[in-house]
């Protein structure tokens, strides 16, 4: 099984071959304008899951206030959008933007993370593990 995310022009990719080990929907600010949208998915892979990458990205480090690490953003450098990124405290792992994963759809998300910063008109399933 393999599983595509694609920037908006489509000129990078990054194919892995597995789900992913952890699936959550995050409401922090810096998910938000990630993302420009209400809340982000941030899917983590081993990193040796992933099969191929390809296109032309450019990089952004940022020091994540709320996580306590650094991220290193990778993005189109056509289009803009953010496709992956590392994290200085999971060395192991690859974050992928959960809606970028337009073509193969992933599982649905086990958690939701900074509810305290939640837009009031989002709600999740019940059964989902809630941090605040
Ligand atoms: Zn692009
Ligand atoms: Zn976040």
Redesign the pocket.
């Known amino acids: 099984m393999t599983l595509e995310a694609t920037?908006?022009?489509?000129?990078?990719s990054i194919t892995v071959s597995a789900q992913p080990e952890m699936n959550s929907v995050c409401h922090c600010t810096n998910c938000k304008q990630r993302t420009g949208s209400a809340f982000g998915i941030s899917t983590y892979f081993k990193t040796d899951a992933v099969l191929n990458m390809s296109g032309d990205t450019r990089i952004y480090t940022l020091w994540h206030q709320e996580q306590n690490h650094e991220q290193k953003r990778y993005f189109?450098s056509?289009?803009g959008?953010t496709l992956y990124w590392t994290i200085s405290t999971m060395p192991d792992y690859i974050g992928i933007a959960g809606g970028c994963f337009a073509a193969s759809e992933i599982l649905e998300p086990a958690y939701t993370l900074n509810n305290s910063n939640k837009c009031q008109w989002v709600s999740f399933p019940s059964n989902w593990q809630v941090e605040e």
């Open positions: 920037c908006c022009c489509k000129q990078v189109c056509s289009c959008t």
